[in-house]
């Protein structure tokens, strides 16, 4: 990666960061509700979750939307869902074994606990995930660690769950840098809109 990239991305994860820290918390579980109500819409140019499809989400750091609250009701639908947890520093995906099942994690998250039953990317079918921005083409700004695109990076594309960039509408930007190791999001989904990226609907 060039230094005019890893600039460019530091400073935009910056201004994230403080903006998004200042999103309450009344505000990310509502957003957390809308995001997962879109999912489950079926307005979206994939089929929505269903009975025994594996739907990859995420635990907030603390400024992220919140999907928590909406836990019991996917559960009650027949969906499985899977969470990152991190095991000997490698990030994987666990499905907690109840709403109970999460320990504070490496980096201070809440993921599933040693219950949890491990899948691989392949078994994922929708993959919701976090980032700091995204654009128009797909391109998506993490935190700075790589985790995700080395985890969606060790499969062939056509054997990665369908992914989805998820945010608020302010994390939205013209163009995210990038280099040739970042992966690209099938949609994007904020509280207020969707659309799909380089996805053929």
Known sequence: MSDSIRRQKETLRAIMRERRAAVPPETQEEAGRMIVETVFSGRLPIPAPGSGSVLALYVSDGGE?????CLSGIFQQGVICCFPAFRKGEMGFYAPADESDFIVGTFGIREPGLRSRPFNCTQIDMMLVPGLAFDRTGSRLGRGRGFYDRYLGDVDPEDRPVTI?????????????????????????????????????
């Open 65 to 69: 939307p919140n999907f928590m609250p």
């Open 165 to 201: 960039g998820t945010g608020y509408g302010f994390q939205r930007v013209g163009c995210v840098p990038t280099h040739a190791g970042d992966i690209r999001m099938d949609l994007l989904v904020t509280p207020e809109t969707y659309f799909a990226t380089h996805m053929n609907p």
